[in-house]
């Protein structure tokens, strides 16, 4: 089983690759082929994907979502399945020219670094941890997702006002359509991240009671409020178009380069590893 | 301009003009009405000698197509008659007509189904300009089962066209690019207001447009409000006088301006002032009046859109160029169609009929007796091949009279051959063989 799992995770990089180049001849030469292969080649590498954290899962006898790694494949695999609702919902394949490649690069830096004998302390055992961390990932999901549109919709408003009529504007969905995906993202992601803190406060209180010592609660803490003031200018002070999507762009930002800089400086209680 | 037939092409010649061949003036005398086009096809239909015959009239050409076994003659006899009934001379404006025959003449339909011979390339109204040209043929009695498959065919090929390439893509006009503006913008734009500011010649088009693609309330703004209120009817529309701007554009979502004011209506002020009571919601402007009726400086506001006439041409050209390189793509469908086209014609021949009939019959046979060969022996087998192939000759001694006969009785000889094929499946057959071919050819290929 082992090695079914390194061969699953040398494999599923070069098919978020080949997946990659499918959704950009989508984009740039708007090909039949490819607008057929694309969201089929992505559903089968994404199925491959829990193939894989499956066996991971069984391997290791836990969540394989303890370590960094862990995390990030399962980060780029709530994130493809997101971007697939999303595909489905808008019923538009051109946006996939960001989203998969991102997804691409989070499974190639996590297959790359993945140790799958890495020990973790025993107190995963929980199913509250389980609810935890699905809800942050799926939270941290979403504020990608948000955040992808939000640059979108920057893209296609500034060839909106300068008068450029290229593929941005040709292959993009409406401004007002890139506008209600952006939102919605960031209120699911803020509803995650509420179930993930709360829930996480809870299993926290029996296993680590002074677990808001940790800079990486606090961050999180920090990431729920940027979201909620960001929901909150939009239907309370009528802010509208890219101030909002700057908005959610600023947060994600803030929110990777604070979490990656509290996992280099502080100790925190969300490392795993024995 | 006269081009002449290919060997393996029926006799079919078209006479026409367009916009390349003549100038508006010209093309303006020769274009035809449904009832005059009527009376038209059911005299060329005599003069003709009951051949088949149709046109095609636009206010950018008019084409005549005609079968007929001698072209040069029959294209002869179509100038003589277009002289007698428009103010033209025959010989005097020859120049002014294009003469295709043959395989170029049936080409040249495929290319205007297409699109590829408008003057705004890729266009979709000529689609129904040949079904208007068609039903007048069927309404004088001019066109038999060749005309009818020949433009049948050519409107398949059209639609194909739109289909399977983006030659119908984008925008080409002022109005629809207005339009594809506000629904980059919106999205749908059923829950929607615009304004039309101007209700002249632009405007009605534009108000038109917008209406078609579903707008929800639709303002009219004139300083004549009579002129207002007559579009407004037109288009389910509310009339505004030019007093009550500065309150519809609180309400609206889209602007479209197209008067001929010597000064901007549309200020920054009055804008920004309909910002601030629409929330900051987007706001669309497009502003097709020369001299400009939006002032450019609103431009520079969040969330507000302006376009200009110049930005709607670089988006009108960006959208030609575009259509321009999906040519070679319609050029092949076309190629393909035609050649279909002049396949099913050369089925209409008895020859190559009765040979194919023969044929698939004789399959039949050797099908059946090699189905029951296993229970007979040598001799029984010989006796039943004996049998069965007099019975097959003596079966199909008349239908091959019949045939051969068909070829000279004119139209009802075609629908002869026409039914023949159609009782013994002999298209699917070929269409069935067709395909083995095809499979072989990429099996070996590859």
Same mark, same amino acid.
């Given at each position: 089983?082992?090695?079914?799992?390194?061969?699953?995770?040398?494999?599923?990089?070069?098919?978020?690759?080949?997946?990659?180049?499918?959704?950009?001849?989508?984009?740039?030469?708007?090909?039949?082929?490819?607008?057929?292969?694309?969201?089929?080649?992505?559903?089968?590498?994404?199925?491959?994907?829990?193939?894989?954290?499956?066996? !991971?899962?069984?391997? /290791?006898?836990? $969540?394989? @979502? *303890?370590?960094?790694?862990?995390?990030? #494949? =399962?980060? %780029?695999?709530?994130?493809?399945?997101?971007?697939?609702?999303?595909?489905?919902?808008?019923?538009?394949?051109?946006?996939?020219?960001?989203?998969?490649?991102?997804?691409?690069?989070?499974?190639?830096?996590?297959?790359?670094?993945?140790?799958?004998?890495?020990?973790?302390?025993?107190? !995963?055992?929980?199913? /509250?941890?389980? $609810?935890? @961390? *699905?809800?942050?990932?799926?939270?941290? #999901? =979403?504020? %990608?997702?948000?955040?992808?549109?939000?640059?979108?919709?920057?893209?296609?408003?500034?060839?909106?006002?300068?008068?450029?009529?290229?593929?941005?504007?040709?292959?993009?969905?409406?401004?007002?359509?890139?506008?209600?995906?952006?939102?919605?993202?960031?209120?699911?992601?803020?509803?995650?991240?509420?179930?993930?803190?709360? $829930?996480?406060?809870?299993?926290?209180?029996?296993?680590?009671?002074?677990?808001?010592?940790?800079?990486?609660?606090?961050?999180?803490?920090?990431?729920?409020?940027?979201?909620?003031?960001?929901?909150?200018?939009?239907?309370?002070?009528?802010?509208?178009?890219?101030?909002?999507?700057?908005?959610?762009?600023?947060?994600?930002?803030?929110?990777?380069?604070?979490?990656?800089?509290?996992?280099?400086?502080?100790?925190?209680?969300?490392?795993?590893?024995? | 301009?006269?081009?002449?037939?290919?060997?393996?092409?029926?006799?079919?010649?078209?006479?026409?003009?367009?916009?390349?061949?003549?100038?508006?003036?010209?093309?303006?005398?020769?274009?035809?009405?449904?009832?005059?086009?009527?009376?038209?096809?059911?005299?060329?239909?005599?003069?003709?000698?009951?051949?088949?015959?149709?046109?095609?009239?636009?206010?950018?050409?008019?084409?005549?197509?005609?079968?007929?076994?001698?072209?040069?003659?029959?294209?002869?006899?179509?100038?003589?008659?277009?002289?007698?009934?428009?103010?033209?001379?025959?010989?005097?404006?020859?120049?002014?007509?294009?003469?295709?025959?043959?395989?170029?003449?049936?080409?040249?339909?495929?290319?205007?189904?297409?699109?590829?011979?408008?003057?705004?390339?890729?266009?979709?109204?000529?689609?129904?300009?040949?079904?208007?040209?068609?039903?007048?043929?069927?309404?004088?009695?001019?066109?038999?089962?060749?005309?009818?498959?020949?433009?049948?065919?050519?409107?398949?090929?059209?639609?194909?066209?739109?289909?399977?390439?983006?030659?119908?893509?984008?925008?080409?006009?002022?109005?629809?690019?207005?339009?594809?503006?506000?629904?980059?913008?919106?999205?749908?734009?059923?829950?929607?207001?615009?304004?039309?500011?101007?209700?002249?010649?632009?405007?009605?088009?534009?108000?038109?447009?917008?209406?078609?693609?579903?707008?929800?309330?639709?303002?009219?703004?004139?300083?004549?409000?009579?002129?207002?209120?007559?579009?407004?009817?037109?288009?389910?529309?509310?009339?505004?006088?030019?007093?009550?701007?500065?309150?519809?554009?609180?309400?609206?979502?889209?602007?479209?301006?197209?008067?001929?004011?010597?000064?901007?209506?549309?200020?920054?002020?009055?804008?920004?002032?309909?910002?601030?009571?629409?929330?900051?919601?987007?706001?669309?402007?497009?502003?097709?009046?020369?001299?400009?009726?939006?002032?450019?400086?609103?431009?520079?506001?969040?969330?507000?859109?302006?376009?200009?006439?110049?930005?709607?041409?670089?988006?009108?050209?960006?959208?030609?160029?575009?259509?321009?390189?999906?040519?070679?793509?319609?050029?092949?469908?076309?190629?393909?169609?035609?050649?279909?086209?002049?396949?099913?014609?050369?089925?209409?021949?008895?020859?190559?009929?009765?040979?194919?009939?023969?044929?698939?019959?004789?399959?039949?046979?050797?099908?059946?007796?090699?189905?029951?060969?296993?229970?007979?022996?040598?001799?029984?087998?010989?006796?039943?091949?004996?049998?069965?192939?007099?019975?097959?000759?003596?079966?199909?001694?008349?239908?091959?009279?019949?045939?051969?006969?068909?070829?000279?009785?004119?139209?009802?000889?075609?629908?002869?051959?026409?039914?023949?094929?159609?009782?013994?499946?002999?298209?699917?057959?070929?269409?069935?063989?067709?395909?083995?071919?095809?499979?072989?050819?990429?099996?070996?290929?590859?």
């Amino acid at each position: 089983m082992f090695w079914d799992i390194r061969l699953l995770a040398t494999l599923l990089p070069i098919l978020y690759a080949v997946t990659s180049l499918a959704y950009a001849l989508v984009f740039f030469r708007n090909d039949d082929l490819a607008r057929r292969v694309a969201p089929r080649a992505l559903l089968v590498t994404l199925a491959l994907h829990v193939v894989d954290m499956t066996l !991971l899962a069984v391997h /290791l006898q836990r $969540v394989p @979502i *303890a370590t960094s790694f862990e995390s990030l #494949s =399962a980060l %780029a695999l709530a994130l493809g399945i997101v971007y697939v609702v999303q595909e489905r919902r808008s019923g538009t394949p051109y946006t996939g020219i960001i989203f998969v490649p991102l997804v691409f690069l989070c499974q190639t830096f996590a297959s790359a670094f993945m140790n799958p004998n890495v020990e973790v302390k025993p107190v !995963l055992q929980s199913p /509250l941890f389980g $609810v935890h @961390i *699905a809800a942050a990932l799926l939270g941290y #999901s =979403a504020f %990608a997702v948000s955040a992808i549109f939000g640059l979108l919709y920057v893209l296609l408003y500034h060839n909106l006002k300068a008068h450029r009529f290229g593929i941005v504007y040709e292959r993009l969905p409406s401004l007002e359509v890139l506008s209600a995906m952006n939102l919605r993202a960031a209120a699911f992601g803020l509803g995650c991240l509420s179930v993930a803190i709360g $829930v996480g406060a809870l299993w926290s209180l029996q296993v680590y009671p002074q677990f808001w010592r940790d800079p990486k609660v606090w961050l999180s803490v920090l990431a729920w409020f940027i979201y909620a003031i960001c929901l909150l200018v939009r239907y309370v002070a009528g802010w509208r178009g890219p101030r909002i999507a700057y908005f959610t762009i600023a947060g994600f930002l803030l929110v990777v380069f604070s979490m990656l800089a509290a996992n280099r400086l502080f100790h925190s209680f969300h490392d795993f590893r024995m | 301009m006269s081009l002449t037939a290919k060997s393996d092409a029926p006799g079919v010649v078209v006479i026409g003009t367009n916009h390349r061949q003549a100038p508006v003036e010209f093309r303006e005398r020769v274009a035809f009405v449904a009832d005059e086009m009527q009376r038209f096809l059911e005299r060329a239909h005599t003069v003709l000698h009951e051949c088949d015959c149709f046109m095609v009239s636009t206010c950018n050409r008019t084409e005549i197509y005609a079968f007929h076994p001698e072209p040069p003659r029959a294209a002869t006899r179509v100038r003589q008659l277009l002289a007698e009934f428009k103010s033209i001379d025959a010989d005097r404006d020859a120049k002014h007509f294009y003469e295709y025959h043959g395989r170029n003449a049936v080409e040249q339909l495929y290319r205007v189904a297409a699109g590829l011979d408008s003057l705004m390339l890729g266009e979709t109204q000529i689609l129904q300009q040949i079904q208007d040209g068609f039903d007048a043929s069927l309404r004088a009695g001019s066109v038999g089962v060749v005309g009818e498959r020949l433009i049948a065919s050519a409107i398949r090929s059209g639609r194909r066209a739109r289909a399977e390439t983006a030659i119908s893509h984008g925008a080409i006009s002022v109005a629809f690019a207005a339009v594809s503006l506000a629904h980059k913008v919106f999205g749908d734009l059923a829950g929607r207001a615009a304004v039309v500011l101007g209700a002249g010649e632009t405007g009605t088009l534009v108000a038109r447009h917008l209406r078609e693609h579903g707008v929800g309330r639709l303002l009219i703004v004139n300083r004549d409000i009579d002129r207002a209120r007559a579009l407004a009817a037109e288009v389910r529309g509310e009339p505004l006088a030019i007093a009550e701007l500065p309150t519809a554009l609180t309400q609206v979502d889209i602007v479209i301006t197209a008067t001929s004011a010597p000064t901007p209506l549309i200020d920054v002020a009055m804008v920004r002032a309909a910002m601030k009571a629409r929330q900051r919601r987007s706001f669309l402007f497009v502003d097709i009046g020369v001299p400009r009726d939006v002032h450019p400086d609103v431009r520079h506001i969040d969330n507000v859109f302006l376009h200009d006439v110049d930005g709607l041409q670089v988006m009108i050209e960006q959208t030609l160029l575009k259509r321009r390189r999906e040519v070679p793509k319609v050029e092949r469908i076309i190629s393909e169609e035609v050649g279909l086209f002049l396949d099913w014609h050369r089925g209409l021949q008895a020859a190559p009929v009765i040979k194919e009939l023969r044929g698939h019959l004789e399959a039949l046979r050797e099908q059946e007796i090699a189905r029951h060969a296993s229970h007979l022996s040598p001799e029984q087998r010989t006796a039943v091949d004996q049998v069965t192939r007099a019975l097959l000759n003596k079966l199909l001694h008349r239908p091959t009279l019949l045939l051969r006969e068909a070829t000279s009785q004119g139209e009802a000889g075609l629908r002869r051959i026409e039914a023949v094929r159609d009782a013994f499946g002999l298209d699917d057959e070929r269409a069935h063989a067709d395909a083995e071919a095809d499979s072989k050819a990429r099996g070996g290929s590859s």
